[in-house]
């Protein structure tokens, strides 16, 4: 079986298509009226309920905010995260949710916004405490935690693709070495705590329980990917 086959068969991916959407609509926000960002943002203490969810999809940040020393602009850093986390949501989470369906990617979509969420608050508070000076707030943003879960689950898919239709086949697919080529850096970002523009300390650990919860969510619904197979090959 061919992957691109998986993309093109029945059912619209819902979900990934909608979280693509709003990781531009409020990202556009946020650079057009730089005085969102930090209400969009998900700030330690929470200042708004709604940061509780518009966080995830704020990508990037207004050149407004960003300092005049800073290395990177506001194009780069907006583009850059922007579309990382594009080409993780769109290939990953599309192919995650038509082997899974719209409401187990809802579940795995949720146990990382809760697991995110935490940690943030968690982080918040340690780094108000110990590192943060008076005036200062802790805050994140980003779909990195929603992305990189995606990553094992399609790993996961794509061992069972091999094991049951021929690792020779599936490594003849350009699809497969996009997927494969996405997944090699995304590991290398989550694991490590200075990529310089990219992460620390923080949004490593996001990154991390984004693919633990990923590797959770591919062993308790194993038995869904491999269904789905077997009705392929019915």
Known sequence: MKIRNIYLGKGIPFFSMTAALLCIIVTMISQLIPSTFMALRLM????YPWQLVTYIFLQGIPKELIPPDFPYSAMDMTLGHLGYNLLLILPFGILVEKVTGTKKTLILFAASWVADVIASLIMGAVYTSKYLKDGEQ?????ASGLAFCFMPVVLYILFVLGKRYGFGKLFTQISFYFLMGMSIPTLIIALSPNVKGVT?????IIHLLGIIIGVIFAVVFRKTINEFFDVMDS
């Not at 330690?44 to 200042?47: A, L, M, N």
């Not at 620390?200 to 490593?204: R, V």
């Open 44 to 47: 330690y203490p929470i200042e």
């Open 138 to 142: 802790f805050g994140v943003h980003g």
């Open 200 to 204: 620390g300390i923080p949004s490593m």
